[in-house]
């Protein structure tokens, strides 16, 4: 099982949709997760953090669920701006260790059209 | 200015050219990291480093080495380059346990075309 799996897509929604992408991972003791994306040949961009109680940042809903090991990201009200990638991030070092470092995943490509 | 810079930003060199990628950051981070992209294989780690004398071998560091100059520089060699090394290359920073909360911070990326 590879470490961090995603749906690659591509995820083809008309503008105004709700559009949702998991991630599931392997390594149990994963301690943070990110969400981060990509323009095309672009440079990754952290988009948010996922905290284990589920957390909001505008339109974006990140949830993490370490009993099933996924990871989902919720867009509402889709907006062209949103067409990217989308990567799908886990840390499994602990704090304060002198590991951790990220694991990311190949991604899911969001397309918003008109 | 960027906070992590990647000089050259494109790059076409020759079969068995050696090359240099550079990397520079402001941030103060502590570690850095080298990965290359590729279409359909996401991001794969070269090479990381923890502090000046700390150099790690990555997932796919064959043909690949590294020197860190200073804690700011980060610099990834191909000492002979190959066409299959054609690919989008990123360095990233994180500031220790800042990867644990705060993620990577990446540079722009150098595209090399090796032909």
């Known amino acids: 099982r590879k470490e961090v799996e995603q749906d690659p897509g591509p995820f083809n929604v008309p503008e105004g949709a709700t559009v949702a992408f998991n991630c599931t991972y392997s390594?149990?003791?994963?301690?943070?997760f990110f969400w981060y994306r990509q323009d095309c040949r672009k440079e990754p961009k952290l988009l948010m953090s996922v905290y284990s109680s589920g957390n909001e940042d505008g339109r974006f809903t990140a949830q993490l669920n370490r009993a099933s090991q996924y990871i989902s990201l919720l867009i509402r009200d889709s907006k062209l701006s949103d067409s990217a990638t989308y990567l799908c991030v886990v840390n499994t070092g602990e704090y304060g260790g002198s590991q951790g470092n990220l694991i990311f995943g190949k991604g899911t490509k969001l397309s918003v059209k008109p | 200015d960027a906070d992590v810079t990647q000089t050259p930003r494109n790059r076409i060199t020759k079969t068995g050219k050696r090359i240099m990628l550079e990397c520079s950051q402001t941030k103060g981070h502590d570690r850095m990291y080298w990965y290359r992209q590729d279409p359909g294989l996401g991001l794969r780690l070269i090479y990381y480093?923890?502090?000046?004398?700390?150099?790690n071998k990555g997932e796919i560091s064959d043909g690949y080495s590294v020197s860190r100059q200073a804690q700011a520089k980060f610099s990834l060699s191909l000492e002979s380059a190959i066409p299959n090394q054609t690919a989008l290359y990123f360095c990233?920073?994180?500031?220790?346990?800042?990867?644990?909360?705060?993620?990577?911070?990446f540079g722009s990326g150098t595209r090399l075309t090796v032909v």
């Open positions: 990233a920073t994180s500031a220790g346990q800042g990867s644990f909360f705060y993620g990577y911070t």
């Open positions: 390594n149990s003791a994963s301690q943070s």
């Open positions: 480093s923890f502090d000046v004398k700390d150099i």
